[in-house]
């Protein structure tokens, strides 16, 4: 019997210890001694408790009321006989205020409880269906699959959804049941699912119009024509993860979405080895908004792909270049003469402002880019004053390129000139 139902539909003299201590994620915080006395009074401390917790909530009088007028007196019997006097228990569990039922959960913080309590009754499982937006699945190591295609129909709100696996267990029917009935979907994390095919990305492009994030980092089997199919039918899509997804990730596929879903501003293609200047230029084109791209590990890419998003992607914030090793300081120019360059100009500015407000890069990977020279990458880390070398604010990563080691950001450039230790650098842009 879940805690759920040992707390609003049994006595409170049939309260076990074990049952209690089944309840850890609302009494974490409480010692021993409190649980055995809360078992000890059938109950008493089970309620004040969580009374407590939800009245800390900034729950409004009127529900908290409530609350307190579903606690009635059990006399007689086993719990006369132990404590000598009557002890609370619920009455009318079922008719809990869907808000009320929501801060209880809320309180617990835990996605299990959630499914747990869409059991007691079927009020309970028509308010948390219309009330949860957000739910996780991620704890599930065993028989997530049936786990997602029984509560499908029942949570039909629900607009964030992680379905990230520590080993593969979704097929895709669980993924063509989330789709048949969360029409509101706006999130979706499928990392990991190694056993799901083209047909999930077709089920999600009919059934889920909605999506602006989706996450299939390491779904191997998708190929590009499903993910041009999504790309069709998911045009609000901003936040796009295919780390891994070697075989969806192509030229066509990019030029698709580039056609379809203009206002992507994150991008992750990370190892797509099929990925060439052509696709990525198409994307900084049809994809001005981009503020994020990891193309680290697209071996194919050249200097075109950086200059063609140095002049097309005005807000890019984030690019990551780890182990493309056709790049070249003719990339490193373009970044620094382009119209990502910060508005506020050279490092010196930099005393008087926040990170907060200042435009252009703020994250660079080039990490393994062996073909850069020093003044090429110091004239990016100049011309973008939330570039960092330092420990602090590692924002600038060129571990693996020997040859970069004298480059430093406006922090260090500072403290090396005020110990004197900063040898003269010339710029050739």
């Known amino acids: 019997m879940t805690f759920l139902i040992a707390l609003f539909s049994l006595p409170a003299a049939s309260i076990t210890y074990r049952e209690v201590s089944y309840i850890s994620p609302i009494f974490f915080c409480i010692d021993c001694i409190l649980l055995r006395t809360a078992c000890n009074c059938r109950g008493r401390l089970v309620l004040e408790v969580i009374l407590k917790m939800v009245s800390a909530r900034s729950l409004d009088g009127e529900l908290v009321s409530c609350f307190r007028n579903l606690t009635v007196s059990s006399g007689g019997g086993r719990g006369q006989a132990e404590t000598g006097g009557d002890m609370p228990t619920l009455s009318g569990w079922k008719d809990l205020p869907m808000e009320l039922l929501m801060r209880i959960i809320s309180v617990v913080g835990d996605d299990r409880i959630v499914v747990v309590a869409s059991g007691v009754c079927t009020g309970w499982r028509d308010a948390l269906g219309w009330g949860v937006t957000n739910l996780s699945l991620s704890w599930c190591q065993q028989n997530m699959n049936n786990l997602t295609i029984s509560f499908a129909h029942e949570f039909t709100k629900l607009q964030v959804l992680t379905l990230r696996q520590i080993k593969p267990q979704l097929e895709d029917s669980a993924v063509e049941a989330v789709a048949n009935y969360c029409y509101d979907l706006r999130e979706l994390d499928l990392s990991r699912s190694f056993r799901l095919s083209d047909r999930s990305l077709y089920a999600l492009a009919n059934g889920c119009p909605r999506l ?218």
């Open 212 to 429: 602006t994030k989706l996450n299939i980092s390491g779904c191997s089997s998708f190929s590009d024509s499903a993910l041009i199919y999504l790309s069709c039918h998911c045009r609000n899509l901003k936040c796009l993860n295919l780390c891994g997804c070697v075989k969806a990730a192509t030229d066509e596929s990019l030029q698709a979405i580039a056609r379809n879903c203009a206002h992507m501003q994150s991008l992750n293609l990370g190892w797509c080895e099929n990925v060439t200047d052509e696709g990525v230029t198409s994307l900084a084109s049809g994809c001005p908004d981009l503020r994020a791209l990891d193309l680290c590990g697209c071996v194919l890419i050249t200097d075109e792909s950086v200059i063609a998003l140095a002049s097309g992607c005005p807000h890019l914030r984030s690019l990551g270049l780890y182990y493309c090793q056709n790049i070249t300081d003719r990339a490193m120019y373009s970044l620094a003469n382009s119209c990502v360059k910060s508005k506020r100009g050279r490092w010196g500015a930099v005393r008087s402002s926040s990170s907060k407000d200042i435009d252009g890069l703020a994250n660079l990977n080039i990490s393994q880019c062996t073909a850069l020279t020093p003044p090429a990458v110091q004239a990016v880390c100049d011309s973008f004053p939330s570039l960092h070398t330092c420990p602090e604010r590692h924002s600038l990563i060129i571990s693996g390129c020997l040859s970069l080691t004298s480059v430093h950001c406006a922090c260090g450039l500072q403290r090396h000139r005020a110990e004197g230790t900063l040898q003269p650098t010339s710029h050739a842009y």
